[in-house]
């Protein structure tokens, strides 16, 4: 069994980055600048979105956070959004999710210019996705591709079955998967809460993808030796003897699949730290115009 190490993975991706970041400003180029729009006192948000920005700062980026109080009104997060489409400083922006709930998020997800969705959100983005076209990923699923690139796992002719069908993570992984491509040409099933019989499913993978949001859902009888399992879940469960009262825990038993494994993703220091590294690289991609010119 390996570890997939996604802490060092994350910071070895930071300082590669950061490399690049110094060679661009040395030929004379712009800060590539990225913005995170912040609205309501959601604690979690808060901390996602600090942690956003102190990234930035470690690899050399201008960040902006603008950050406004739960009662602001649909009119002025859509002001917000256009003044950052038109802004020609900014290279990419994200509005954290979830906004307060008389704000329609898709609305405001539709009203961020493409070349600008460093999220992977918006559909022109996922429709490019799924078209085999440059766009920018999802932060999950795309910190998922490099982990499996960068650990050279092969997943060519390989079985991959996905558990859970969200938009911004199962759905995405089985399109990535299965596309025609260094990391893909998997044959993938995209397993969800009306699957039948998910075990005999999961039995035949070479690869998982769990992302459901369950604590342990994944058991040690539903993998076959050698599964490599990408554990997505960051999942609470009681633990009295932590100080904060719990501890995280994936969507895989991992004390229990891990033996059978031949690499697993931890929780936490998998998955998670990817997903802000996934946010830097497509900040960077816009602001050499990779995807659109
Ligand atoms: N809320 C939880 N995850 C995300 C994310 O990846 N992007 C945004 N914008 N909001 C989130």
Redesign the pocket.
């Known amino acids: 069994m390996k570890l997939i190490d996604g802490k060092a993975l994350a910071n070895t991706i930071k300082e590669e980055i950061a490399i690049e970041v110094v060679a661009l400003k040395e030929a004379g180029g712009k800060t590539p600048h990225l913005a995170?729009v912040l609205i309501g006192d959601d604690p979690a948000?808060a901390v996602?979105v600090r942690n956003k920005v102190r990234a930035c700062e470690k690899v050399g980026f201008k960040s902006t956070l603008v950050r406004k109080g739960a009662e602001t009104t649909e009119a002025e997060v859509l002001e917000i959004v256009k003044n950052l489409n038109d802004d020609p400083d900014i290279d990419g922006f994200?509005?954290?999710?979830?906004l307060p709930k008389h704000i329609d998020e898709e609305k405001v997800n539709l009203a961020i210019d493409p070349k600008k969705d460093v999220?992977g959100?918006h559909p022109m983005n996922v429709g490019r996705m799924a078209l085999g076209l440059p766009s920018y990923l999802?932060?999950?699923p795309f910190g998922i591709m490099q982990m499996l690139d960068r650990y050279d796992i092969e997943t060519s002719g390989k079985h991959c079955v996905v558990i859970g069908r969200s938009n911004?993570v199962g759905t995405p992984m089985s399109i990535l998967l299965s596309r025609k491509a260094k990391v893909g040409n998997c044959t993938v099933t995209l397993t969800h809460s009306r699957t039948k019989n998910l075990k005999s499913e999961t039995l035949r993978a070479d690869i998982i993808i769990a992302a459901i949001g369950r604590p342990d859902y994944l058991t040690a009888d539903m993998v076959k030796e050698g599964v490599v399992i990408i554990d997505v879940g960051i999942n609470r469960v009681d633990d009295a003897s932590r100080k904060r009262g719990y501890r995280l825990v994936g969507d895989a038993n991992f004390e229990g699949v891990a033996p059978k494994s031949s690499f697993i993703t931890p929780v936490p220091g998998g998955v998670g730290p990817m997903?802000i590294t996934s946010?830097l690289m497509n900040t960077l991609k816009s602001s050499r115009k990779e995807i659109y010119g």
């Open positions: 995170a948000s996602y994200i509005v954290q999710l979830p999220d959100f999802p932060a999950t911004i997903t946010l």
